[in-house]
């Protein structure tokens, strides 16, 4: 069931906490990277910033390190948390490798091939259907948690997606200028089924976007 008109919906997108990678490589999809101390840490803080509102549902991405950043948010509004496919991490092609933003990894002639197309890009899953996913998984929560507020654990790339498909700026960007930092929340705000504004806060501080595997 879809909101009354002018009722007001928050969906909140919450990027998981750092991550205990100690090999610092771009682990994507892959199963087993857990939250690390810190982590652990930034996913309570969360929790405890948004402990005044009214949170019906909380929604996360399959993979671990989102679903541990979802825990301590299920625990203090007293919900089961739920798992919604569309707000896992990007596929990219360099899983698995240790590739940081800007520290010359991209330079090797082996990569090229999957670099071509940066606008799409060619290297991973497009922006279009990152964008498309990530916005049906917002409108999802928004008619679950029609007139209060829903939180949706996900990654930074397809939440900085999202922002910029609905704010309708270009999806390509420069990775190292993406706001959307470790535990930070992107909000749509809802009236309706219209979304009417995006809200970005930082609860656990800002982080480094060029830090792969954070």
């Known amino acids: 069931m879809s909101a009354p008109r002018g009722e007001k919906t928050l969906v909140h997108f919450l990027r998981h906490g750092e991550v205990h990678n100690p090999e610092g490589i771009l682990y994507g999809r892959l199963p087993g990277y857990r939250l690390s101390d810190k982590g652990d840490q930034q996913a309570k803080l ?5 402990s005044g509102h009214d949170v019906a549902r909380v929604i996360s991405s399959p993979l671990q390190r989102a679903q541990e950043t979802a825990r301590p948010l299920g625990a203090m509004f007293q919900v089961d948390v739920a798992t919604d496919d569309r707000l896992i991490e990007a596929d990219n092609r360099f899983e698995g490798l240790k590739v940081s933003v800007g520290d010359g990894a991209l330079r090797s002639p082996r990569h090229w091939p999957k670099l071509w197309n940066p606008f799409a890009p060619s290297w991973g899953e497009p922006y ?10 917002a409108h999802r929560a928004r008619a679950a948690a029609a007139g209060r507020e829903a939180v949706c654990v ?3 790339l397809p939440i900085w997606t999202l922002r910029r498909y609905v704010e309708g700026k270009p999806m390509w960007h420069d990775p190292r200028r993406r706001e959307c930092s470790l535990a930070s929340l992107t909000t749509l705000v809802f009236r309706g089924e219209e979304l009417v504004r995006v809200a970005y806060v930082e609860p656990a ?3 480094d976007p060029r830090v792969t595997g954070a």
């Open 205 to 207: 501080g800002g982080t």
């Open 154 to 156: 996900s990654h930074q």
């Open 128 to 137: 279009l259907e990152i964008a498309h996913r990530m916005l049906g998984a």
């Open 46 to 50: 969360v929790a405890e910033f948004l």
